[in-house]
């Protein structure tokens, strides 16, 4: 038995919730985030900057199918261009991206790590089980730390 209290505490609560264009741009990028395939051209795009034909053949999807989904990445700003010469590039849009992309996986190879038995409530330490470092990714060009911007 837990000693813990759960005594509501008025002071951790927010001053005030997000406004409701906020939250239909957070549900419409979560949205986007929902499809298998997005998400494999992300995973694509979090290792490496990749062109059209190579995220293509490293899917084993059409160059067709690839750019239909890359320009709605595009549209949201999740995922950006660099050209060079008559060939463009795609990357992870910025840091933030990046973030959520290493978070989400996280969260998913934790709750697979976890026993079925004791599912985590989100009260204990949000650091643990398996760490995603090893595979980050900085986009080219980025800084390692950004003062101000998105």
Aim: with cysteine.
């Amino acid at each position: 038995m837990s000693n813990r209290s759960y005594v509501h505490q008025a002071k951790t609560t927010p001053a005030r919730l997000l406004d409701e264009s906020a939250v239909r741009a957070l549900a419409e990028t979560f949205k986007v985030l929902g499809d298998s395939t997005r998400v494999r051209l992300l995973d694509a795009l979090f290792r490496s900057e990749l062109c059209v034909q190579d995220l293509a053949d490293v899917l084993g999807l059409t160059q067709s199918a690839v750019s239909h989904q890359l320009r709605l990445l595009r549209s949201m700003r999740l995922v950006r261009t660099r050209r060079v010469g008559r060939q463009i590039f795609y990357a992870l849009d910025d840091g933030h991206i990046v973030k959520l992309f290493e978070q989400g996986l996280e969260h998913v190879e934790e709750r697979a790590a976890a026993p079925a038995a004791t599912p985590s409530r989100g009260h204990g330490n949000p650091r643990r089980g398996v760490s995603v470092s090893s595979r980050r990714y900085r986009a080219p060009g980025a800084s390692e730390k950004k003062e101000g911007g998105h």
